[in-house]
């Protein structure tokens, strides 16, 4: 029940940047520093969630089929493929490579 | 798809209906294709979530309501790494951030009044700002943040409920890949913004930092660890096209030079000569 509370206010903060954008003076976009904090931080948020999900298993971290999704991952985005062919090459690549035995 | 017009920016489109003239405009054919790529890994979205840990409403919540796809992606990818709800909440806000800065030039782009305001906030990601700012004729960067918002909306929350049902049925998610499906979507989610040298360092360090961080922090906290530390002046935009190097990207560059060649005269792009 409590994921529900985090859930719904993560929703309600979602919202209210958004909606702040439109209220807030153009000034303050001028401002460079909002959207380089802006830009630093999806950067580096991506960055680890792509890295929590690619190797750590609880507390740990672990080598597994899911390297194979990030490599297969990685070699069609560099072939400028879309982000549906992208998201089906990392899930095919690591059930590909568990049905062949690698954990 | 059937609504896909004749081709577009062709002589005529004045004689034509409303809604065929509407189909011809470059920014609202944006829109559609975007939104259709968009709303199909919805799909993703919906059976991640259920094999993550949340139910159905759960998930349908998080697409109507939060609305926002790397928010979305980051509050499950930290339920299912075992992190606490604070920790998901926290990494989907942090990532919400940049469509503040959205907000910002869509108002100052689109000056939308009354209720518009409040219903073109829910719909300000990454999709409907690309496909307005996209555009340069003002019409036509209001017709792409409308038709790729509510696009985008209908589409995504459509799917998501089509991968939360069918997510549940799949048994183990790990047999299907489904964890290497959520590698692959946030790699997909970066890799457009690294643009440059400095990105590429950030994104470096900050996963490298979290791979330090695991054994150390509880389970969800690396992802939010790089963030008290380390300079943030470095010489950043939030990256406002996603899709830029994708192929709905291509439509839209030709969509802007038929848009933008013949302007002078007034004249619909194509039309006569």
Redesign the interface.
Known sequence: M??????????V???A????????P?K??ED?????????????????????????S????AAD??L???A???I??AL?????V???????????L?FLGWS | MGLEPPDACAAGTETRSPAVKLLASPAVRVGISISI??G??GI?FGALAVTSG?DFW?AM??SL????G??Q???I?V????G???A??S??????????????????LLR?TGWR??I???L?IDESTATSTGQSDPAEQRRGFWTAGVGVYVLWNLFTAVGALAGSGLGDP??????????????????P??KGRE?VA??????V???VA??FV??GV??LG??SHGR????????VEPYG????GHQQDAAGKHQGAPRGEGTEPGAGS
């Open positions: 409590s994921l529900w509370i985090w859930l719904l206010i993560a929703c903060l979602a919202y940047w958004k909606i702040v954008g439109y209220f807030v153009a303050f976009l460079p520093r909002t959207s380089r904090v802006a830009g630093t931080m999806t950067i580096g948020l991506l960055a680890s969630l792509t890295v929590v999900n690619a190797v750590v609880g507390q740990g971290l089929a899911r194979g999704a990030l297969a991952a990685a069609a985005l400028r493929a879309p982000f549906l992208v998201v089906i090459a990392g899930a095919g690549t690591a059930a590909l568990r | 790529a968009t199909l890994y993703s949340l759960q919540a998080l309501l939060l609305f926002s790397g928010s992606f980051a509050f990818g339920v299912a790494g075992g606490s709800g604070i998901a909440m990494a989907a806000t942090l990532l919400g951030m940049r469509n503040g800065i959205y907000g910002m030039q869509l108002n100052a939308p305001k409040y073109g906030a829910q300000t790990k047999q299907w890949g489904l964890d290497g499906a959520a590698v692959a979507a946030f790699l997909a989610l970066l890799w913004r690294l990105p950030i994104a470096a360090v900050c996963a930092a979290t791979v695991v054994p509880p389970p690396p992802i790089w963030f943030r002046d470095e010489g950043l935009e939030p990256d190097s994708r192929h709905p």
